[in-house]
Structures are given as C-alpha cells and as structure tokens.
C-alpha cells in the first residue's frame, strides 16, 4: 500500500503561480508514473500532467506552456508548477501514482482562482 500527500493548494488572483507537492509514502522501484489530474465542480476528473520514473512527460493541451511537472526520485515526490493560473484552472487537484497493476490517488487540495 502507498499512501500519497498532496499540499500546497489555495487561493491566487488570476495570472498567479502555485506549486503543488505530492509526497509518496514509500520508494517505487519498478517503472512508474505519477502525475496529476483535476476536477472541477459538475466536471469529470481530468489529466492535468504526468511525469514517468524515466521523466518522460505528458500534458493537457489547456494547461501546456503554463504548468511544468516534475519529480524527485530521492524524497519520493512529485510537483506541478502552475504559472499563469486563469480562472477555469478551479478545481481540486488530485495526485495519481500508477504501477504495474496499482493505482493509487491522493485526497486532493483545492486551487481557487479567482480576483
């Protein structure tokens, strides 16, 4: 069981930044990916950007060229930089761990953004 804890969620003005962490309980040694994904209120939770063990990366077309993620294999962590926030970036913003057959989320941190 890997247990997956997310901060650094909150409030900021339209073309503000925050950056998210999402530490891991425990060290995944086979290939992996985290990542992650949002949901906004009567939405469907979406991607928002992963990152696999090897750093390759993925994002969501809304969010390309605003948000950078990144991991540190060291402290078992992963971050999403979020630059440029608009206000359709509302939402709680989930961390996802996913390896071999596992698949495991974090409880989530709301991002508001809003004047």
Do not use: H
């Not at 003005?13 to 985290?34: D, E, H, K, W, Y």
């Amino acid at each position: 069981q890997v247990q997956l804890v997310e901060s650094g969620g909150g409030l900021v003005q339209p073309g503000g930044s925050l950056r998210l962490s999402c530490a891991a309980s425990r060290n995944i040694f086979t290939s992996n990916v985290m990542g992650w994904y949002r949901q906004a209120p009567g939405k469907e939770r979406e991607l928002v950007a992963t990152v696999t063990s090897s750093r390759n990366t993925n994002y969501a077309d809304s969010v390309k060229g605003r948000f950078t993620v990144s991991r540190d294999k060291a402290k078992n962590t992963v971050y999403l930089q979020m630059n440029s926030l608009k206000p359709e970036d509302t939402a709680v913003y989930y961390c996802n761990l996913r390896y071999d057959i596992y698949n495991y989320w974090g409880q989530g941190t709301q991002v508001t953004v809003s004047s």
